[in-house]
């Protein structure tokens, strides 16, 4: 029998997450292999509904709190309505960010502290984590520059933040890298398209024969 696998992917505005998961989910997919792509916050109707409220650019008077809190309850019903039965059916979930943004935006960049974000997300995922997570890094700059100059998507009340903010997220995603190093693998996302996607293929197809041999 199939085992599912659940693959995060982690990283900065404009580090080009979405760019690749939309490449590794054409390849695996050519391959045979059964993907669902999706994203938080957001990949189920209630979900997107949540992300409306925090992504707002007119919610300037949102509490760091209720911020986390609204992450992890946007995260809770994607799990338990989208990630966990496609898990059960033995599919490979690739995630556009997961809990480590909350740990790097809401508990090191907002300063709630990594501790207690996490002691709420534990409370949401039940033990559900990731077995992989590629963490796409990037300085904020140069993504912020991407956003603005190619994407074309619209800026979104987090894009707002101020620059030391943004550099605190990749502080905090460092921070990760090193706590998690069985998990999560750091990907140098500031090298071309090609070269990004190359590695992360590999480091995916490493996760797929050990964990579905
Ligand atoms: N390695 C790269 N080199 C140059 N440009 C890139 C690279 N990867 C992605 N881009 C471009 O950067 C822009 C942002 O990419 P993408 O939307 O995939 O990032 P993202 O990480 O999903 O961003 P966000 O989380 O902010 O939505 C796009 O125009 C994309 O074509
Ligand atoms: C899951 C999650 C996300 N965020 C932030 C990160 C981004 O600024 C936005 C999401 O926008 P994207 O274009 O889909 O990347 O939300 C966060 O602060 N905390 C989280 O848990």
Do not use: W
Not at 105 to 122: C, K, P, S, W
Not at 200 to 205: L, S, V
Request: with cysteine; hydrophobic share 40%; net charge negative.
């Amino acid at each position: 029998m199939n085992h599912g696998l659940f693959i995060t992917i982690e990283g900065p505005e404009g580090a080009g997450k979405t760019t690749i998961i939309n490449m590794l989910t054409s390849r695996l997919v050519s391959e045979g292999l059964e993907v669902v792509a999706t994203r938080e916050p957001g990949g189920i109707e209630i979900a997107e509904q949540i992300r409306e409220v925090i992504l707002n650019k007119e919610n300037t008077a949102m509490d760091a709190r209720t911020e986390a809190l609204l992450y992890a309850a946007a995260r809770r019903q994607h799990l338990v309505e989208k990630v966990a039965p496609a898990l059960k059916q033995g599919k490979i979930i690739i995630c556009d960010r997961f809990i480590d943004s909350s740990l790097a935006y809401q508990g090191h960049a907002r300063g709630l502290g990594i501790e207690e974000v996490l002691t709420i997300n534990q409370f949401a995922i039940e033990n559900m984590m990731p077995q992989l997570t590629l963490y796409f890094d990037l300085a904020p700059e140069i993504g912020l520059q991407r956003i603005n100059r190619h994407s074309g998507r619209e800026v979104n009340r987090l894009d707002l933040e101020t620059i030391e903010f943004h550099r605190k997220v990749r502080e905090g995603y460092l921070l990760l890298a090193e706590r998690f190093s069985g998990r999560i693998a750091r990907i140098d996302a500031s090298r071309p398209l090609e070269q990004v996607f190359n590695e992360a293929e590999g480091k995916i197809k490493d996760a797929i024969s050990i964990h579905r041999p």
